[in-house]
């Protein structure tokens, strides 16, 4: 019996590491898919979903895989070290998300088209308005000072909960722009789904050490 529970312990730590690894793959080869076909640079369009998927799918995929158990590229350093490279990320991934953004509402701007009049750009706008508030407060798990009268711990977990939600509406943000016409015109078929795979996997994958590390816990520690 002994045997068998180390076993099963052995696989379930093989098998994280394993997805986490795929996910570091995925991520890159998403944006890199992304910037392939955009081609940034050759319109004003072709800006918004390079940055978009720079933004969701590579630096804020990474910025929350630096606190993996199993999968962390620097998982030698201190938490606290972590989480200045985690705060950079986020701030680079923030700053792509709004010039894309920028981007698109100025494209539309020009060809006269109605903003925000479809679910991708509905959600797309909530994502960037939470990522933006979600890297403020993660100020004062940096900054102590800052949260006066707060339970740090609680703090973390709020945080990790809260950021669980943004990273999951911006998978559900780049599901629907691989819907619009713009994708489908030239990825269809099996291919479709394989890309569609990528945000949906990492996201399955985030959520579960997102919740292994912080959320499931069944009561705050003070």
């Known amino acids: 019996m002994v045997q068998v529970r180390d076993w099963e312990a052995s696989f379930y730590v093989y098998l994280r590491l394993a997805c986490g690894a795929l996910v570091h793959l995925l991520s890159v080869a998403l944006t890199v898919f992304i910037a392939f076909l955009a081609r940034p640079g050759t319109s004003l369009f072709s800006w918004h979903p390079f940055l978009m998927s720079l933004a969701f799918s590579f630096l804020m995929t990474e910025a929350i895989l630096l606190f993996s158990p199993d999968c962390s590229p620097i998982w030698k350093l201190s938490h606290k070290t972590k989480g200045r490279y985690h705060w950079i990320l986020q701030v ?131």
């Open 92 to 222: 680079l991934a923030v700053s792509c998300a709004a010039l894309g953004l920028t981007a698109i509402f100025y494209n539309k701007h020009l060809n006269m088209k109605s903003h925000f009049s479809t679910w991708h750009g509905l959600i797309g706008l909530v994502t960037v308005s939470y990522a933006v508030l979600q890297s403020v407060g993660g100020l004062p798990l940096m900054y102590p000072k800052l949260a006066k009268g707060w339970s740090l711990a609680k703090l973390k977990r709020y945080h990790a909960a809260s950021g669980m939600m943004v990273y999951l509406l911006g998978c559900g943000s780049i599901l629907l722009g691989l819907c619009s016409l713009w994708f489908t015109t030239s990825v269809q078929g099996l291919s479709w789904y394989l890309v569609a795979l990528c945000p949906a996997f990492s996201a399955l994958v985030i959520m579960n050490q997102v919740t292994n590390s912080y959320v499931a816990k069944k009561r705050f520690q003070p």
